[in-house]
């Protein structure tokens, strides 16, 4: 069964960063809520993910919306957790976004703030690298500095 692990940087008002890895050396970064507040980034921990259907998610496959999206398994206190495009931490509920990079991207409130870029491409890209399979997720919080 194919891996994929987050490694996650610390914590900001803008979101939680990680860079992700999968087993067969596909490399992105992520993003996910802050850990403090509403609808917190899930805790670090393995999960299962598999495809389903998503209502409000998608990739492009051949030009076509394809609204199959890897879905997170059994996190503790949480439904529908998905793996997704978007590009900044409001956009999701606890979901984890995934990007080329992260860069200060233009909000639709006229406003600069840290995202993720080219998420809908590397969304896509990640589910060709993936097979569709399901797989097991790692998720590791920062070195804490001593």
Same mark, same amino acid.
């Given at each position: 069964m194919k891996t994929a692990t987050i490694q996650r940087g610390p914590s900001t008002e803008e979101g939680t960063f990680?860079? /992700?890895?999968?087993s067969t050396?596909?490399? &992105?970064v992520t993003l996910e809520r802050p850990a403090d507040g509403e609808h917190p980034c899930i805790p670090a921990g393995t999960?299962? &993910?598999s495809v389903r259907k998503s209502n409000d998610n998608y990739c492009v496959v051949n030009g076509v919306k394809d609204y199959r999206v890897y879905s997170v398994q059994n996190v503790p206190g949480r439904d529908n957790?998905? +793996?997704?495009?978007?590009?900044?931490f409001f956009q999701i509920l606890g &979901? +984890? /976004?995934?990007g080329q990079e992260v860069a200060q991207i233009e909000t639709p409130y006229k406003t600069m703030m840290n995202g993720v870029n080219h998420s809908r491409n590397t969304l896509t890209a990640f589910m060709a690298d993936m097979s569709r399979e399901d797989f097991t997720l790692t998720i590791v919080e920062p070195p804490v500095k001593i």
């Open positions: 990680g860079k /992700l890895e999968t050396g596909f490399k &992105c999960y299962q &993910c957790v998905e +793996i997704h495009s978007g590009n900044w &979901c +984890i /976004l995934l």
